[in-house]
């Protein structure tokens, strides 16, 4: 159980988060314009590293805002935490 | 129907048989291979083992991190099914199954193949509905399947709790006989052991650090212990697979992930089948020495450490003892995670890459052990031919690009 640190609402279980993966996914700014290998790379390729990952998660037991969090893969140690991700 | 083999009579581990008194040499990695698979667990000793016996390449050489057959084939629930609801899922796993029921007597070595069921159950109207559809499409496909009401559930394994008063009712289950479980570390140590026999190098601590290519192609590895120079490496590494395919830069569609299990202590014979339950998420079966072996889903965030949340485990435990009452007085044993390499479509990613001479098995996320004396088999025509065997040709990296999904999420009757 980790304890995750909401900007908002402090330290509290992880119980109360609901995941969303890599942070900095953005939405292609001309989607037409993509050929089909970037249009894949953007629907299903996310980094995955194994160490510090750039990650969001959602407050959903709480406050229900959006942030984001630079933790480490292997240790589960958060490192830094943002509002806007 | 019932499984025959269940030792009603003996003590707890009495039917455990003796190791032999040699499996396999630990071998020094030698300065050059044919052929060289990265990750010494099931995939990759079966890959070995039919590399030799199948096509004749024994300059091999397995390259395992850590201890041989220490990550994932130890880790998971040795659930052998092969009733996947699309026909390319079904080709593999079915392929699979066929090889599970003579791979004793092809290995020499008991694996305690137990073919005593797999029960898949329904608990809402739409979980009715795809169950049955599913038992319809495993048949088109050749693969065993029935569709049983809560009665036949019970006749198959009387300690489901079938009432209609729980918070899930059971509604009825697919049921396919001839899918069980099998003996995991035994099944490793035998193709292990087999394909020592044949001439196979398992070289236990050696972590791959480098990948060395030339004008596109590979042609050799860093390790911590020394260079190996090859044209033909073939990665089966599940959910370390992205740390080893971004050494040449590659990005493949899989998340890594700990996935948990666990046994109580050593029971009596209580438990005939295997029960998979997806809107409660738990699979139980009863291991041959007799402790209950229970699976979990994955922990939601990408993790490379093989431990998960109690958390989940405590969800887990509440859904057993929703649909067994009876474990309510079993205690846990142990606990444990492995990682697991999640594809977004839950179906393995089998072939050739944008690398010459790089070959990819994963993907196979929670779901692996199952296939691995089929995906051990098509993986070594791949490599050995330069191209895909018939079965796996579905599974290509590139079909996240052409949209031939393989698309068994909830469709493969369980949650991945």
Known sequence: MMLIPCPWCGPRNETEFHYGGQAGVAYPADPQALSDEEWARFLFVRANPKGLFHERWCHTAGCRRWFGVVRDTVSHEIRSVEVNA | MMSPELPRADPPGASLPQHPDFLWRDADPRR?????????????????????????????????RGWLAGG??????????????????????????????????????????????????????????????????????????????????????????????????????????????????????????????????????????????????????????????????????????????????????????????????????????????????????????GELVMGAGIDAHNSYSQRGAAHVIERQMAAAVELFPVFARAHVLRTWGGIVDVSPDASPIVGLTPVDGLFLNCGWGTGGFKATPGVGWCYAHTIANGKPHPLNAPFTLDRFTTGALVDEHGAAAVAH
């Open chain 2, 72 to 289: 994932n084939v130890a880790r998971n629930t040795t659930i052998i099914r092969s009733n996947y609801l699309w026909e390319a899922s079904a080709g593999i796993y079915e392929h699979a199954l066929r090889l599970w029921e003579g791979l004793e007597a092809d290995l020499g070595y008991p694996i305690l193949f137990s073919q005593r069921g797999v029960l898949n159950l329904a608990h809402t109207p739409q979980e009715v509905r795809d169950g049955v559809r599913r038992v319809h499409a495993n048949r088109m496909a050749g693969v065993d399947a029935e569709w049983l009401d809560p009665a036949g559930v019970a006749r198959v394994c009387p300690i489901v709790n079938v009432s209609p008063d729980v918070r899930y009712p059971v509604l009825g289950a697919t049921f396919q006989p001839r899918g069980g479980i099998a003996k995991h570390d035994h099944v490793a140590w035998g193709f292990a052991r087999a394909a020592h026999a044949l001439g196979v190098d398992l070289i236990q601590h050696c972590e791959v650090t480098g990948i060395d290519t030339r004008a596109g192609r590979v042609v050799g590895v860093r390790t911590t212990r020394g260079d190996i120079a090859t044209d033909t490496l073939a990665l089966s590494a599940a959910g370390h697979t992205s740390v080893l395919a971004a050494m040449v830069g590659l990005a493949v569609p899989i998340q890594s992930h700990a996935l948990q299990a666990l046994v109580s202590e050593l029971l009596r014979p209580v438990h005939p089948t295997v029960v998979m339950s997806n809107a409660v998420h738990v699979y139980v079966s009863q291991a041959h020495k």
């Open chain 2, 32 to 64: 050059r291979y044919q052929v060289v698979i990265v990750g010494g667990g099931g995939h990759g000793l079966a890959t070995a083992y039919y590399l030799a016996r199948n096509h004749g390449i024994t300059d091999v050489a397995v390259l395992e």
